[in-house]
């Protein structure tokens, strides 16, 4: 893809990025989630707001990061070779992992301990603990990290046994885009019969039941950068996408008064329910309507960046890394403020997504760093 065109994808990485913050600093203020530090109970109205939110962020956010990662795998690869290649990213995505579980993540679970639990013990006693109970990685978000990591392995011996074979594929048509959806509700709806939402694999810290859709999304975005796919999807499918995204965003209110009447979402998890069947194609056709209009929303009209965007698009993927102990760090500083929580999500977004993309650049700014982050 030409060099001018790379923008509306750096620009998606950007979007994506600050979503993940707020979806996180949601659960802080009330969303349901399981998160490091959590801070009251909302009312019904901001429950169903929070959960309208968050269902839409879940459906397509981690999806469109990992077909973003195998749409950039394939020419990487080409260029470097499966040793250099390999090596470049377990650079990349290894360190910042082994970080996260050895400091990061003991760091926030004793900060969370001494200011919420009352924890009066030194450090050294807490992390004595911590790692004597250790029963699973400490990744917080950065499973998406290990998962990449662990698909990244996984192209290189694909590649290593393939002989190189390289075939086009051209962009598909709309209908291929429905099967493709069909197919990953009726996997995941599969799947979570026996692994419900909320079940993870607690050693590797990963949540099983969303991955067929990450799993797709990887080989789909491989396949899009052979056919730059990004670059000849039609605009007549992006607005098609676009409005179906809409209708389906707003099936959820439907769904939710269907299928939980009473408030208990439990059905919609996992297991042999329609609310289970339903809520995986929900989130399928999701994934893919918005993934599909995006894409042509930002490169036909957010094809370009300055200097604040290419900042930020350059601080990205440190801000992803960081953003946990930053917005729990930052809740904790402002615990005592006692307003209505989804108020208090609505005026510290601003400042959460602002601390995060700037301490991000400014350790950035430490030497070696760039050629990590």
């Known amino acids: 893809m030409p060099k001018e065109r790379v923008y509306f994808i750096d620009n998606i ?6 979503l993940i913050i707020l979806h996180h600093l949601a659960i802080t203020y009330g969303a349901p989630g399981d998160w490091y530090y959590q801070e009251g109970q909302p009312g019904l109205l901001s429950l169903l707001l929070y959960a309208i939110f968050t269902g839409i962020n879940q459906a397509f956010i981690m999806g469109f990061f990992f077909l973003l990662s195998g749409y950039f795998t394939p020419g990487s690869y080409d260029r470097k070779g499966a040793g250099p290649f390999f090596n470049a990213r377990l650079l990349r995505l290894g360190i910042p992992l082994l970080f996260y579980i050895i400091v990061i993540d003991p ?3 004793y900060a969370r301990a001494v200011i919420i639990r009352g924890f009066t013990g030194s450090i050294f006693n807490y992390l004595g603990d911590y790692f004597g109970n250790y029963k699973g990685l400490g990744t917080g978000p950065l499973w998406f990290v ?7 392995s996984i192209y290189v011996l694909w590649r290593l ?14 209908i291929a885009f429905v ?5 990953l509700g009726v996997v995941s709806f599969t799947v979570r019969i026996w692994l419900p939402l909320g079940w993870t694999f607690i050693p590797l810290g ?31 499918s ?13 099936l959820l209110l439907v769904l939710i008064f269907l299928g939980a009447p009473e408030g208990d979402a439990t059905r919609f998890r996992g297991g042999r329910h329609w609310q289970a069947f339903a ?7 999701l994934c893919v309507a918005l993934i599909v209009a995006l894409s042509v929303l930002f490169r036909e009209g957010c094809n370009r960046q300055g200097k604040l965007g290419k900042t930020m698009a350059a601080s990205a993927y440190t801000a992803y890394i960081f953003h946990a102990p930053i917005i729990v760090l930052l809740a904790f500083a402002l615990r005592k403020i006692e307003i209505e929580l989804i108020l208090k999500f609505v005026l510290v977004a601003p400042l959460a997504i602002f601390l995060c993309f700037s301490i991000s650049m400014l350790i950035r700014m430490l030497p070696f760093t760039k050629r990590i982050l």
Do not use: C
């Not at 067929?212 to 789909?220: E, H, L, V």
């Not at 052979?226 to 000849?232: A, E, L």
């Not at 607005?239 to 707003?250: F, Q």
């Not at 809520?279 to 056709?285: D, G, P, Y």
């Open 146 to 152: 290990e998962a990449l990591l662990i698909f990244t």
């Open 107 to 109: 760091l926030v679970t």
């Open 206 to 236: 990963l949540q099983l039941p969303y991955f067929p859709q990450y799993i797709g999304m990887f080989i789909i975005g491989t396949l899009a950068y052979r056919g730059n796919w990004f670059v000849h999807l039609s605009k007549k």
């Open 179 to 183: 099967l493709f959806a069909l197919l």
């Open 238 to 250: 992006g607005k098609l996408w676009l409005w179906i995204a809409i209708i389906i965003a707003l």
């Open 279 to 285: 809520f995986a194609l929900w989130e399928q056709f």
């Open 13 to 18: 990485r950007v979007l994506l990025t600050v």
């Open 161 to 174: 046994i393939s002989k190189g074979i390289k075939q086009d594929v051209k962009v598909p048509r709309n």
